[in-house]
């Protein structure tokens, strides 16, 4: 594969596609793209003009199931990524998959049991993309024993995406779309998940809809099936505390704060403005410095590349902690409905 020309299909051509993997994947060495289906072929073709790929089609499986293709970049909505990606597997392609990576635990494992099965094939997810740039030296600086003994990670991420009520329903609302993801809550998880190296247990969450119907893009009244707000409170192994708030309906300005609280320190992490800063215990908080890396430290299709034609291992984001964001997030989806439910009772 080094030698030759690696040709990629695309699956979903959204605006994370065209805006980040099509031109990622051209700017690399001996790349062709082969193939794109859309959810219309109109916009395939559109796609397809803009960015020189050869031919657009009507149905994804025309991708999949090309001989011209040998790597396949999923670009839809989770509710299509477990099909996409078994069948692009079975059919000896390899598969970059955007988050989130299913709609459910099970169409996840699934996506894993398949991969183990083409040991030869790179299966990666897009990984969550705000950290990027500067998580090794939150890494470093957790490694480092800087905070001491870990107590806390406290997760806090809110818009005003849903403030208005008479705003369309967003696929994010859409469950038969979405599955149990809830806002961003899985991609945050997965964020602190590669700082820590370990998983959490839920143990209680609560969520609330407080628009309950919204209009389709058809203009038809539909009702909304995945909260505008969820906190969400797990335990570590270690005995650390996660808090993790994710809100829709915050009108006075967003919040993309991580705080790592420790005994003998506090990382602050300012995830809008990439900011990190260590305030030791009993002393003023310094600001650490981050590198300053071209596009946001974003390297995603490089990556995919680098794995499939020199056989690097997938760093971020592999099926496996895909599988692990997947588990979290589901349980906690069912620990909100579960509280709401005895809530009503």
């Given at each position: 594969m080094e030698l030759s020309t690696l040709r990629i299909g695309f699956v979903g051509a959204g605006e994370n596609t065209r805006?980040?993997?099509l031109p990622g994947f051209r700017a690399l060495p001996g790349i062709s793209f082969t193939r794109v289906a859309n959810r219309t072929l109109a916009s395939a073709e559109r796609v397809a003009r803009e960015f020189g790929i050869e031919k657009a089609v009507s149905t994804w499986r025309e991708v999949v199931e090309s001989p011209e293709v040998d790597a396949i970049c999923i670009g839809t909505w989770p509710y299509l990524h477990a099909e996409v990606t078994v069948a692009a597997l079975r059919a000896g392609k390899h598969v970059l998959t955007e988050a989130r990576m299913a709609r459910t635990v099970a169409e996840a494992e699934t996506m894993v049991a398949e991969s183990a099965r083409h040991p030869g094939l790179v299966t990666q997810i897009v990984?969550?993309?705000?950290?990027?740039a500067y998580d090794q030296v939150i890494i470093d600086t957790v490694r480092?024993?800087?905070?001491?003994?870990?107590?806390?990670v406290c997760v806090t991420q809110t818009g005003g995406q849903y403030c208005d009520v008479r705003a369309p329903l967003s696929w994010r609302q859409d469950a038969e779309l979405s599955g149990y993801?809830?806002?961003a809550l899985g991609i945050y998880y997965e964020m602190v998940l590669r700082w820590l190296g370990e998983d959490a247990s839920v143990v209680a969450a609560d969520e609330a809809t407080f628009t309950r119907v919204?209009?389709?893009a058809a203009g038809v009244s539909r009702p909304v099936q995945i909260p505008d707000s969820i906190t969400v409170l797990g335990r570590y192994a270690s005995g650390a505390r996660l808090v993790l708030h994710c809100s829709g309906v915050e009108g006075g300005g967003a919040r993309n704060e991580v705080r790592l609280n420790g005994s003998a320190g506090c990382l602050k992490i300012d995830v809008a403005n990439g900011e990190l800063s260590l305030a030791p215990l009993g002393g003023p908080a310094r600001r650490l410095e981050t590198p300053?890396?071209?596009?946001g430290g974003w390297n995603v299709e490089a990556e995919f590349v680098a794995?499939?034609?020199?056989?690097?291992?997938?760093?971020?984001?592999?099926f496996a902690t895909g599988l692990a964001t997947m588990r979290f997030t589901e349980a906690a989806r069912l620990a909100a409905l579960a509280t709401s439910?005895?809530?009503r009772t």
């Amino acid at each position: 594969m080094e030698l030759s020309t690696l040709r990629i299909g695309f699956v979903g051509a959204g605006e994370n596609t065209r805006k980040r993997h099509l031109p990622g994947f051209r700017a690399l060495p001996g790349i062709s793209f082969t193939r794109v289906a859309n959810r219309t072929l109109a916009s395939a073709e559109r796609v397809a003009r803009e960015f020189g790929i050869e031919k657009a089609v009507s149905t994804w499986r025309e991708v999949v199931e090309s001989p011209e293709v040998d790597a396949i970049c999923i670009g839809t909505w989770p509710y299509l990524h477990a099909e996409v990606t078994v069948a692009a597997l079975r059919a000896g392609k390899h598969v970059l998959t955007e988050a989130r990576m299913a709609r459910t635990v099970a169409e996840a494992e699934t996506m894993v049991a398949e991969s183990a099965r083409h040991p030869g094939l790179v299966t990666q997810i897009v990984p969550a993309p705000m950290s990027l740039a500067y998580d090794q030296v939150i890494i470093d600086t957790v490694r480092s024993g800087a905070l001491g003994e870990l107590r806390e990670v406290c997760v806090t991420q809110t818009g005003g995406q849903y403030c208005d009520v008479r705003a369309p329903l967003s696929w994010r609302q859409d469950a038969e779309l979405s599955g149990y993801n809830v806002l961003a809550l899985g991609i945050y998880y997965e964020m602190v998940l590669r700082w820590l190296g370990e998983d959490a247990s839920v143990v209680a969450a609560d969520e609330a809809t407080f628009t309950r119907v919204r209009p389709d893009a058809a203009g038809v009244s539909r009702p909304v099936q995945i909260p505008d707000s969820i906190t969400v409170l797990g335990r570590y192994a270690s005995g650390a505390r996660l808090v993790l708030h994710c809100s829709g309906v915050e009108g006075g300005g967003a919040r993309n704060e991580v705080r790592l609280n420790g005994s003998a320190g506090c990382l602050k992490i300012d995830v809008a403005n990439g900011e990190l800063s260590l305030a030791p215990l009993g002393g003023p908080a310094r600001r650490l410095e981050t590198p300053i890396v071209a596009e946001g430290g974003w390297n995603v299709e490089a990556e995919f590349v680098a794995s499939i034609r020199h056989g690097a291992p997938v760093r971020r984001t592999s099926f496996a902690t895909g599988l692990a964001t997947m588990r979290f997030t589901e349980a906690a989806r069912l620990a909100a409905l579960a509280t709401s439910s005895s809530a009503r009772t």
